[in-house]
């Protein structure tokens, strides 16, 4: 009952001044919708992050020729597991790069040597192209052409919204057929239904259209909707010149599936030892190809994501700071105002606490107010935001957010309004009825 009374004197008292009580809430409301919005931003860049990771595939390994890091501490590894796993490359000799072959991933499908693998696809891309892909008197220029096998379908989560994908049979008889990305089919075709059983022309070669891929949108990862894909071997020999290495014919990538995230770095030490192998380098030599383990890519781009998502809530925090100091400043007016009604009060038995209290329940009450009008502007900022922004695909409102912000603001309350409370209980009756 004393709350309830104490609330609505505050109510009352804080509605004689509206404009004044307005612009207090001012700050409160500015900065509760910055934290909402800011940290909207945050956890939409995370979640945006996370689709385009997962996009790829998932629990992929992703491995390219060339010198770098290759098992989980980026040396050569001993056995998974081992203390030897984790040495570092940097005192290391280089060896002549040796390429990735289809008989590296020979070597990696079989589960002797490499366990907890649930696909593996090698890649070839064709870099001498002399033009776009041509249909009639239409071109779609810049396409990446990438050699494939049927296992890319779902190592890659490519799987067509129209036709069909790429055989072993196709692979087999070196095919002239593809699977167009859907910003190509558009270019072409207008309609990506119709580019089912048409032909299209690579390099004066003649393709059948037999898949169109979903439309995926462009993102830091390149642009799936501006590819094609054809049969591995038809990249390899009809359009491009991949040349063989020790009998067997180069690639440019190996995507490896792994069957649990649990398992990556397991995996990721099997498949660096089994390569190391097949390329003779010795303990004394870096590794010739990099791995890329999309773990530890998520956790790269969760903990940036994360610190970004902190740093945007400072900033707000600011903001609700300075709304905080108004609080306070128009409380001790407040305060200086009612001397008088306090030692009225006092005089008739009010107690030291029920002073106290009455000026923290209306700072709270004051807070919370502009708290909650925060939260309703900070959520429809957070839902406009990417309509005028259009670099930010998404922004994401959780319950967390809102529950910070709403706490944020009763604190600011509570930590604001103690000084002019206390202020307040403490005057003696005496002074308060001679204050003019």
């Given amino acids: 009952m004393q709350l309830w009374e104490s609330m609505t004197i505050a109510l009352r008292a804080l509605t004689i001044n509206k404009l004044r009580t307005i612009l207090t809430m001012l700050g409160i409301i500015i900065g509760v919708a910055a934290v909402i919005a800011l940290i909207s931003i945050g956890n939409g860049v995370r979640q945006s992050m996370n689709e385009q990771f997962t996009s790829l595939g998932t629990n992929l390994l992703t491995i390219s020729s060339g010198q770098g890091r290759g098992g989980p501490g980026g040396g050569p590894p001993g056995p998974p597991g081992s203390e030897e796993e984790d040495t570092s490359q940097d005192d290391l000799k280089e060896k002549a790069t040796e390429p990735l072959t289809m008989k590296d991933v020979e070597a990696l499908s079989d589960a002797a040597q490499v366990s907890h693998i649930a696909g593996i696809a090698p890649t070839y891309s064709v870099n001498n192209l002399s033009g776009g892909v041509i249909y009639e008197q239409e071109e779609a220029e810049s396409v990446t052409v990438t050699g494939v096998t049927p296992e890319?379908?779902?190592v890659r989560n490519m799987s067509p919204e129209y036709g069909l994908f790429i055989s072993q049979d196709d692979v087999a008889q070196r095919a002239r057929?593809?699977?167009l990305g859907y910003e190509v089919a558009q270019t072409l075709f207008g309609n990506n239904i119709s580019a089912i059983g048409e032909s299209v022309r690579v390099n004066g070669i003649r393709f059948e259209v037999i898949g169109v891929l979903p439309e995926s949108g462009?993102?830091?990862?390149?642009?799936p909707d501006n590819t094609m894909l054809v049969p591995i071997t038809t990249a390899q020999t009809r359009l491009g010149n991949s040349g063989a290495f020790?009998?067997?014919?180069?690639?440019?990538?190996?995507?490896?599936?792994?069957?649990s995230q649990d398992n990556m770095d397991f995996a990721e030490a099997q498949v660096t030892a089994v390569l190391?192998?097949?390329h003779r380098l010795g303990t004394e030599y870096k590794n010739d190809f990099n791995i890329q383990n999309q773990a530890q890519l998520l956790e790269f781009g969760d903990t940036m994501a994360t610190t970004l998502t902190a740093f945007l809530g400072s900033i707000a925090g600011v903001s609700l700071l300075v709304g905080g100091i108004g609080v306070m400043n128009i409380m001790l007016v407040s305060v200086t105002e009612r001397t008088?009604?306090?030692g009225i009060r006092k005089a008739v038995g009010a107690k030291q606490r029920d002073i106290l209290t009455q000026f923290l329940v209306e700072a709270m009450v004051l807070s919370l107010f502009g708290g909650f009008m925060g939260i309703a502007l900070?959520?429809?900022i957070a839902q406009a935001l990417p309509l005028v922004v259009t670099q930010l695909s998404s922004t994401v409102v959780t319950i967390n957010s809102i529950l910070l912000a709403t706490s944020f603001s009763a604190a600011i309350g509570l930590f604001f309004g103690v000084y002019p409370a206390t202020r307040a209980a403490r005057l003696r009756p005496i002074e308060a009825l001679r204050y003019e």
């Fill in 218 to 223: 462009q993102s830091g990862f390149g642009n």
């Fill in 340 to 342: 008088r009604e306090i």
């Fill in 152 to 154: 890319y379908e779902t």
């Fill in 246 to 259: 020790r009998g067997s014919l180069k690639v440019s990538n190996i995507y490896v599936e792994v069957d």
């Fill in 276 to 278: 190391r192998e097949r």
């Fill in 177 to 179: 057929v593809a699977v």
């Fill in 378 to 380: 900070g959520y429809g």
